[in-house]
Protein backbone atom coordinates (compact mmCIF):
# COMPACT_ATOMS: atom_id res chain seq x y z
CA UNK A 1 0.00 0.00 0.00
CA UNK A 2 1.36 3.20 -0.80
CA UNK A 3 2.73 5.75 1.45
CA UNK A 4 0.75 8.64 1.61
CA UNK A 5 3.56 11.12 2.92
CA UNK A 6 5.55 9.89 -0.01
CA UNK A 7 3.26 10.65 -2.41
CA UNK A 8 2.16 14.43 -1.02
CA UNK A 9 6.23 14.85 -0.73
CA UNK A 10 6.38 13.53 -4.97
CA UNK A 11 3.60 15.91 -6.04
CA UNK A 12 5.49 19.07 -3.88
CA UNK A 13 8.21 18.08 -6.03
CA UNK A 14 6.77 18.27 -8.85
CA UNK A 15 5.45 21.18 -8.42
CA UNK A 16 7.69 23.42 -6.60
CA UNK A 17 11.17 22.14 -7.07
CA UNK A 18 11.40 20.93 -10.68
CA UNK A 19 11.05 22.45 -14.62
CA UNK A 20 6.99 22.97 -15.39
CA UNK A 21 7.99 21.01 -18.36
CA UNK A 22 10.70 18.10 -19.76
CA UNK A 23 12.23 16.70 -22.43
CA UNK A 24 11.27 13.33 -22.05
CA UNK A 25 14.71 11.35 -23.60
CA UNK A 26 12.60 8.15 -25.01
CA UNK A 27 10.61 9.83 -27.00
CA UNK A 28 12.57 13.31 -27.70
CA UNK A 29 9.24 15.47 -27.07
CA UNK A 30 8.38 18.10 -24.54
CA UNK A 31 6.15 17.10 -21.89
CA UNK A 32 4.44 18.36 -19.04
CA UNK A 33 4.27 17.67 -15.58
CA UNK A 34 0.89 15.97 -15.82
CA UNK A 35 2.99 13.23 -17.77
CA UNK A 36 6.02 12.95 -15.64
CA UNK A 37 3.67 12.40 -12.52
CA UNK A 38 2.02 9.57 -14.45
CA UNK A 39 5.42 7.71 -15.73
CA UNK A 40 7.09 7.49 -12.14
CA UNK A 41 4.10 7.45 -9.52
CA UNK A 42 4.15 3.55 -9.90
CA UNK A 43 7.55 3.76 -8.39
CA UNK A 44 6.39 6.13 -6.24
CA UNK A 45 4.04 3.99 -4.81
CA UNK A 46 6.62 0.94 -4.29
CA UNK A 47 8.63 3.25 -1.80
CA UNK A 48 8.48 1.39 1.42
CA UNK A 49 9.08 1.78 5.01
CA UNK A 50 12.17 -0.21 4.25
CA UNK A 51 13.41 2.43 1.90
CA UNK A 52 13.18 5.08 4.21
CA UNK A 53 15.10 3.31 6.92
CA UNK A 54 17.53 2.47 4.66
CA UNK A 55 18.05 5.81 3.20
CA UNK A 56 18.05 7.13 6.87
CA UNK A 57 21.94 8.14 7.60
CA UNK A 58 22.40 9.46 10.04
CA UNK A 59 20.27 10.04 14.00
CA UNK A 60 17.76 12.74 13.97
CA UNK A 61 17.58 13.34 10.18
CA UNK A 62 14.30 14.11 9.37
CA UNK A 63 11.79 12.07 7.91
CA UNK A 64 10.72 14.62 5.30
CA UNK A 65 14.10 14.87 4.10
CA UNK A 66 14.83 11.49 3.80
CA UNK A 67 11.50 11.18 1.37
CA UNK A 68 12.90 14.10 -0.41
CA UNK A 69 16.02 12.19 -1.18
CA UNK A 70 14.23 9.60 -2.37
CA UNK A 71 12.20 11.26 -4.78
CA UNK A 72 15.29 12.86 -6.22
CA UNK A 73 17.00 10.04 -6.59
CA UNK A 74 13.82 8.37 -8.32
CA UNK A 75 12.99 11.80 -10.63
CA UNK A 76 16.42 11.96 -12.25
CA UNK A 77 16.81 14.97 -14.96
CA UNK A 78 19.76 16.53 -16.82
CA UNK A 79 19.86 20.42 -16.74
CA UNK A 80 21.91 21.51 -20.26
CA UNK A 81 23.71 25.04 -19.27
CA UNK A 82 24.81 26.58 -22.39
CA UNK A 83 25.30 30.26 -24.60
CA UNK A 84 22.25 29.94 -27.74
CA UNK A 85 23.69 30.56 -30.67
CA UNK A 86 22.46 33.62 -32.82
CA UNK A 87 20.29 31.06 -34.69
CA UNK A 88 18.74 28.20 -34.95
CA UNK A 89 17.62 27.07 -31.10
CA UNK A 90 14.91 24.79 -30.79
CA UNK A 91 11.72 26.25 -29.27
CA UNK A 92 8.97 24.69 -27.31
CA UNK A 93 7.23 24.09 -31.08
CA UNK A 94 10.18 23.03 -32.86
CA UNK A 95 11.38 19.32 -33.16
CA UNK A 96 13.99 18.40 -30.92
CA UNK A 97 15.06 15.12 -32.62
CA UNK A 98 16.55 17.44 -35.86
CA UNK A 99 19.31 19.44 -33.81
CA UNK A 100 22.57 18.19 -33.14
CA UNK A 101 23.21 19.77 -29.81
CA UNK A 102 20.11 18.89 -28.14
CA UNK A 103 19.98 15.08 -29.23
CA UNK A 104 23.81 14.70 -28.09
CA UNK A 105 22.86 16.67 -24.36
CA UNK A 106 19.72 13.97 -24.00
CA UNK A 107 22.05 11.52 -24.76
CA UNK A 108 24.57 12.13 -21.97
CA UNK A 109 22.09 12.79 -19.92
CA UNK A 110 20.67 9.53 -20.47
CA UNK A 111 24.52 7.75 -19.79
CA UNK A 112 23.84 9.60 -16.43
CA UNK A 113 20.28 7.05 -15.92
CA UNK A 114 18.01 10.30 -16.39
CA UNK A 115 15.14 10.15 -17.63
CA UNK A 116 14.47 13.41 -18.62
CA UNK A 117 16.34 16.70 -19.61
CA UNK A 118 15.69 20.58 -19.64
CA UNK A 119 16.72 23.25 -21.73
CA UNK A 120 15.57 26.53 -21.58
CA UNK A 121 15.46 27.14 -25.37
CA UNK A 122 12.64 24.52 -25.98
CA UNK A 123 10.89 24.79 -22.32
CA UNK A 124 9.72 27.90 -21.86
CA UNK A 125 7.97 29.38 -24.48
CA UNK A 126 9.35 32.35 -25.26
CA UNK A 127 7.08 33.54 -28.11
CA UNK A 128 5.24 36.24 -26.73
CA UNK A 129 5.54 34.76 -23.72
CA UNK A 130 2.81 35.83 -20.78
CA UNK A 131 4.71 37.44 -18.37
CA UNK A 132 4.00 34.97 -15.62
CA UNK A 133 5.57 31.91 -17.21
CA UNK A 134 8.66 33.99 -17.00
CA UNK A 135 7.50 35.59 -13.93
CA UNK A 136 7.30 32.17 -12.70
CA UNK A 137 10.43 30.48 -14.16
CA UNK A 138 13.54 32.79 -13.81
CA UNK A 139 13.63 32.69 -9.63
CA UNK A 140 13.15 29.46 -9.53
CA UNK A 141 15.54 28.17 -12.32
CA UNK A 142 18.37 27.96 -9.47
CA UNK A 143 16.50 25.35 -7.41
CA UNK A 144 15.74 23.61 -10.65
CA UNK A 145 19.57 23.64 -11.26
CA UNK A 146 20.11 22.18 -7.74
CA UNK A 147 17.71 19.79 -7.93
CA UNK A 148 19.12 18.21 -11.18
CA UNK A 149 21.03 14.70 -11.25
CA UNK A 150 23.71 16.26 -13.55
CA UNK A 151 24.45 19.45 -15.32
CA UNK A 152 26.11 19.71 -18.23
CA UNK A 153 27.82 23.16 -18.56
CA UNK A 154 28.29 26.06 -18.70
CA UNK A 155 27.37 29.65 -17.61
CA UNK A 156 27.38 31.11 -13.99
CA UNK A 157 23.96 30.18 -12.62
CA UNK A 158 24.39 26.97 -13.99
CA UNK A 159 28.12 26.61 -12.75
CA UNK A 160 27.04 27.56 -9.04
CA UNK A 161 23.80 25.91 -8.33
CA UNK A 162 23.62 21.84 -8.84
CA UNK A 163 25.59 19.51 -7.00
CA UNK A 164 27.07 17.55 -10.06
CA UNK A 165 28.26 18.86 -12.75
CA UNK A 166 30.02 18.07 -16.33
CA UNK A 167 32.27 19.60 -18.16
CA UNK A 168 31.90 18.79 -22.34
CA UNK A 169 33.14 19.99 -24.87
CA UNK A 170 32.01 21.02 -28.94
CA UNK A 171 32.48 17.37 -29.68
CA UNK A 172 30.52 15.98 -27.03
CA UNK A 173 33.87 15.04 -25.21
CA UNK A 174 34.66 15.49 -21.54
CA UNK A 175 37.20 17.95 -21.32
CA UNK A 176 38.14 16.88 -18.00
CA UNK A 177 38.76 13.54 -16.24
CA UNK A 178 36.93 11.08 -18.40
CA UNK A 179 35.74 8.96 -16.02
CA UNK A 180 34.44 10.93 -12.94
CA UNK A 181 30.90 11.34 -12.85
CA UNK A 182 31.07 14.99 -11.31
CA UNK A 183 33.72 17.35 -12.22
CA UNK A 184 32.61 19.02 -9.19
CA UNK A 185 34.60 16.52 -6.70
CA UNK A 186 38.35 17.43 -8.55
CA UNK A 187 40.62 19.75 -6.90
CA UNK A 188 42.70 20.39 -9.75
CA UNK A 189 39.32 21.49 -11.93
CA UNK A 190 38.25 23.78 -8.83
CA UNK A 191 41.05 25.51 -8.71
CA UNK A 192 41.45 26.42 -12.11
CA UNK A 193 37.80 27.31 -12.09
CA UNK A 194 38.15 29.54 -9.35
CA UNK A 195 41.12 30.89 -11.08
CA UNK A 196 39.15 31.82 -14.49
CA UNK A 197 36.06 32.97 -12.86
CA UNK A 198 37.41 34.89 -9.74
CA UNK A 199 34.52 32.56 -7.82
CA UNK A 200 35.90 30.95 -4.02
CA UNK A 201 36.59 27.16 -4.61
CA UNK A 202 34.14 26.89 -1.30
CA UNK A 203 31.40 28.46 -3.14
CA UNK A 204 31.88 26.91 -6.55
CA UNK A 205 31.47 23.35 -4.58
CA UNK A 206 28.51 24.41 -2.44
CA UNK A 207 27.00 28.02 -2.94
CA UNK A 208 24.06 29.14 -1.19
CA UNK A 209 21.48 31.27 -2.66
CA UNK A 210 21.01 34.78 -0.59
CA UNK A 211 21.90 38.19 -0.45
CA UNK A 212 25.15 38.10 1.71
CA UNK A 213 28.52 39.08 0.65
CA UNK A 214 26.16 40.83 -2.62
CA UNK A 215 29.26 43.37 -4.24
CA UNK A 216 31.57 40.12 -4.33
CA UNK A 217 28.58 38.28 -6.28
CA UNK A 218 28.34 41.12 -8.38
CA UNK A 219 31.89 40.72 -9.42
CA UNK A 220 31.71 37.71 -10.48
CA UNK A 221 28.77 38.10 -12.68
CA UNK A 222 30.42 41.41 -14.12
CA UNK A 223 32.51 39.18 -16.17
CA UNK A 224 29.90 36.99 -17.68
CA UNK A 225 28.04 38.26 -21.17
CA UNK A 226 24.61 37.80 -21.84
CA UNK A 227 22.70 37.74 -25.82
CA UNK A 228 19.66 40.02 -24.07
CA UNK A 229 20.38 42.86 -22.11
CA UNK A 230 17.90 42.18 -19.53
CA UNK A 231 18.95 38.68 -18.71
CA UNK A 232 22.13 40.22 -17.41
CA UNK A 233 19.80 41.26 -14.07
CA UNK A 234 17.45 38.67 -14.44
CA UNK A 235 19.83 35.32 -14.37
CA UNK A 236 20.87 36.90 -11.12
CA UNK A 237 17.47 37.13 -9.26
CA UNK A 238 17.88 33.03 -8.13
CA UNK A 239 21.35 33.39 -7.53
CA UNK A 240 20.41 36.15 -4.66
CA UNK A 241 17.07 35.29 -3.45
CA UNK A 242 15.49 37.76 -4.42
CA UNK A 243 12.45 38.37 -6.80
CA UNK A 244 11.14 41.17 -9.44
CA UNK A 245 9.54 41.79 -11.98
CA UNK A 246 10.63 40.15 -15.62
CA UNK A 247 9.82 42.67 -18.20
CA UNK A 248 12.27 42.30 -21.62
CA UNK A 249 12.43 46.00 -23.83
CA UNK A 250 13.42 47.61 -21.06
CA UNK A 251 17.29 47.84 -21.65
CA UNK A 252 19.86 48.35 -18.89
CA UNK A 253 17.00 49.47 -16.48
CA UNK A 254 16.53 45.82 -15.44
CA UNK A 255 19.66 46.37 -13.36
CA UNK A 256 18.59 49.42 -11.78
CA UNK A 257 15.51 48.20 -10.84
CA UNK A 258 17.81 45.19 -9.64
CA UNK A 259 19.83 47.35 -7.26
CA UNK A 260 16.87 48.93 -6.15
CA UNK A 261 16.06 45.44 -4.75
CA UNK A 262 18.94 44.74 -3.28
CA UNK A 263 19.69 47.64 -1.76
CA UNK A 264 16.73 47.31 0.41
CA UNK A 265 17.35 43.33 1.23
CA UNK A 266 20.72 43.35 1.61
CA UNK A 267 21.54 46.75 3.27
CA UNK A 268 25.14 46.73 1.73
CA UNK A 269 25.64 50.17 0.84
CA UNK A 270 28.78 49.56 -1.11
CA UNK A 271 27.18 47.64 -4.08
CA UNK A 272 26.67 51.58 -4.91
CA UNK A 273 30.34 51.85 -5.73
CA UNK A 274 30.09 50.90 -9.35
CA UNK A 275 32.84 52.63 -12.00
CA UNK A 276 32.83 52.27 -16.05
CA UNK A 277 30.07 53.44 -18.40
CA UNK A 278 26.66 54.38 -16.62
CA UNK A 279 23.54 52.61 -17.39
CA UNK A 280 20.29 54.59 -18.49
CA UNK A 281 19.22 53.88 -14.77
CA UNK A 282 21.61 54.56 -11.86
CA UNK A 283 21.84 51.67 -9.14
CA UNK A 284 18.77 53.72 4.11
CA UNK A 285 17.85 56.71 2.99
CA UNK A 286 17.55 56.08 -0.49
CA UNK A 287 14.38 57.09 -2.79
CA UNK A 288 13.87 57.22 -7.11
CA UNK A 289 12.62 60.25 -7.98
CA UNK A 290 12.23 60.65 -11.41
CA UNK A 291 14.26 57.94 -12.31
CA UNK A 292 17.28 59.23 -10.51
CA UNK A 293 18.41 57.54 -6.49
CA UNK A 294 18.20 59.97 -3.61
CA UNK A 295 21.08 59.23 -1.34
CA UNK A 296 22.68 60.06 1.53
CA UNK A 297 26.31 60.23 1.80
CA UNK A 298 29.93 62.04 3.32
CA UNK A 299 31.19 64.71 1.24
CA UNK A 300 35.02 65.05 1.20
CA UNK A 301 34.97 68.49 -1.48
CA UNK A 302 38.78 68.40 -3.18
CA UNK A 303 38.82 72.42 -3.74
CA UNK A 304 42.31 72.36 -5.62
CA UNK A 305 41.84 69.12 -7.69
CA UNK A 306 43.26 69.42 -11.22
CA UNK A 307 42.98 67.52 -14.69
CA UNK A 308 45.43 65.75 -15.79
CA UNK A 309 46.75 64.48 -19.75
CA UNK A 310 43.77 62.64 -21.48
CA UNK A 311 44.42 59.28 -21.94
CA UNK A 312 42.88 55.97 -23.75
CA UNK A 313 39.74 54.48 -23.31
CA UNK A 314 38.46 51.40 -25.01
CA UNK A 315 34.64 52.62 -25.36
CA UNK A 316 34.31 54.57 -28.45
CA UNK A 317 32.82 58.03 -27.88
CA UNK A 318 33.98 58.20 -24.82
CA UNK A 319 37.68 59.30 -23.63
CA UNK A 320 39.40 59.74 -20.17
CA UNK A 321 41.65 62.38 -18.06
CA UNK A 322 43.96 61.72 -15.02
CA UNK A 323 42.39 63.18 -11.99
CA UNK A 324 45.26 65.17 -9.70
CA UNK A 325 43.62 65.55 -6.18
CA UNK A 326 46.24 68.35 -4.88
CA UNK A 327 43.35 69.41 -2.52
CA UNK A 328 42.90 66.61 -0.50
CA UNK A 329 42.57 67.25 3.33
CA UNK A 330 45.48 66.87 4.93
CA UNK A 331 45.94 63.05 5.86
CA UNK A 332 44.13 61.86 3.09
CA UNK A 333 44.80 59.74 0.31
CA UNK A 334 42.58 57.90 -2.98
CA UNK A 335 43.32 55.75 -5.12
CA UNK A 336 44.61 57.18 -8.93
CA UNK A 337 41.55 57.10 -10.92
CA UNK A 338 40.63 58.96 -14.21
CA UNK A 339 37.59 60.49 -15.45
CA UNK A 340 35.34 59.33 -18.33
CA UNK A 341 33.26 61.77 -20.56
CA UNK A 342 31.88 61.73 -23.84
CA UNK A 343 33.38 62.84 -26.67
CA UNK A 344 30.36 65.00 -27.66
CA UNK A 345 30.04 66.42 -24.30
CA UNK A 346 33.41 66.71 -22.55
CA UNK A 347 32.96 68.44 -19.45
CA UNK A 348 35.51 69.55 -16.89
CA UNK A 349 34.37 70.96 -13.62
CA UNK A 350 35.40 73.85 -11.48
CA UNK A 351 34.88 71.98 -8.00
CA UNK A 352 35.19 67.91 -7.51
CA UNK A 353 33.73 66.25 -4.24
CA UNK A 354 34.35 62.38 -2.63
CA UNK A 355 30.94 61.37 -1.71
CA UNK A 356 31.58 58.41 0.91
CA UNK A 357 28.94 55.46 0.51
CA UNK A 358 29.79 52.99 3.39
CA UNK A 359 30.19 55.59 5.80
CA UNK A 360 30.54 54.12 9.54
CA UNK A 361 26.91 55.52 11.75
CA UNK A 362 27.43 58.02 14.35
CA UNK A 363 24.91 58.76 17.84
CA UNK A 364 23.50 61.81 15.69
CA UNK A 365 21.38 60.81 12.57
CA UNK A 366 22.32 63.67 10.32
CA UNK A 367 26.29 62.72 10.98
CA UNK A 368 28.15 60.19 9.59
CA UNK A 369 32.09 58.72 9.95
CA UNK A 370 35.06 57.96 7.67
CA UNK A 371 37.19 55.70 10.37
CA UNK A 372 40.70 56.26 10.34
CA UNK A 373 42.70 53.67 8.86
CA UNK A 374 39.93 51.80 6.70
CA UNK A 375 39.64 52.05 3.13
CA UNK A 376 35.94 53.51 2.20
CA UNK A 377 33.99 53.01 -1.36
CA UNK A 378 33.32 56.58 -2.90
CA UNK A 379 31.44 58.29 -5.55
CA UNK A 380 33.07 61.31 -7.68
CA UNK A 381 30.93 64.50 -8.32
CA UNK A 382 31.48 67.44 -10.16
CA UNK A 383 29.88 71.10 -10.55
CA UNK A 384 30.53 74.81 -12.05
CA UNK A 385 30.40 77.83 -10.73
CA UNK A 386 26.74 78.43 -12.22
CA UNK A 387 25.48 75.25 -10.63
CA UNK A 388 23.34 74.21 -6.75
CA UNK A 389 23.83 70.75 -7.19
CA UNK A 390 26.38 68.16 -7.95
CA UNK A 391 26.32 65.59 -10.93
CA UNK A 392 27.68 62.22 -10.49
CA UNK A 393 30.67 61.81 -13.29
CA UNK A 394 32.33 58.39 -14.50
CA UNK A 395 35.27 56.96 -13.44
CA UNK A 396 37.77 54.18 -14.80
CA UNK A 397 37.42 52.34 -11.92
CA UNK A 398 36.28 52.36 -7.88
CA UNK A 399 37.41 55.24 -6.06
CA UNK A 400 38.50 54.50 -2.70
CA UNK A 401 39.93 57.15 0.42
CA UNK A 402 41.56 56.28 3.20
CA UNK A 403 42.50 58.58 6.14
CA UNK A 404 44.78 58.90 8.71
CA UNK A 405 42.43 60.44 10.95
CA UNK A 406 38.75 60.51 11.42
CA UNK A 407 36.17 62.50 9.63
CA UNK A 408 32.84 63.36 11.17
CA UNK A 409 30.47 65.33 9.43
CA UNK A 410 27.44 66.35 8.57
CA UNK A 411 25.81 64.00 5.42
CA UNK A 412 24.46 65.53 2.07
CA UNK A 413 21.34 64.22 0.85
CA UNK A 414 22.69 64.56 -3.09
CA UNK A 415 20.48 62.97 -6.36
CA UNK A 416 22.23 60.60 -8.77
Known amino acids: MAIEEVCRIFQEHLRESIPHRLIAISKMEVVEQQWVEELYMPSIKAVTERDIEQHTFYPNQRRDEVIRNI ?55 RSNPPPEELDKAIPRMFRWYRNAHVC ?13 VKFYGRTWSPIHNIRADNDKADQRLLA ?50 VHMHVEYGIGDEAFGRLMEVLLARSQECDILAWAGIASTKYD ?27 IPFLQDGYHACTLLPKGLPSKVTINHVSIVSSNNTPWR ?32 FGADDTQTSWKKLMTDKVVTIKTEDSIRQRLETILI
Open 192 to 241: ALSTGTGIPVQDIRCYWAGTERVREKLMWASRRTSRQVEDGAYSLLALLD
Open 71 to 125: VKGIVKYAVLSHRWCREGEVTLSGSLSSRHKLANFCQRAAEYGCGFAWADTCCID
Open 349 to 380: PSKLALGVVDYGWTSDDEKGLVEKGRTHFCLL
Open 152 to 164: IIWTLQELLAPVR
Open 284 to 310: QDMIIIDRRLRVKLLMVELHGATFGDE
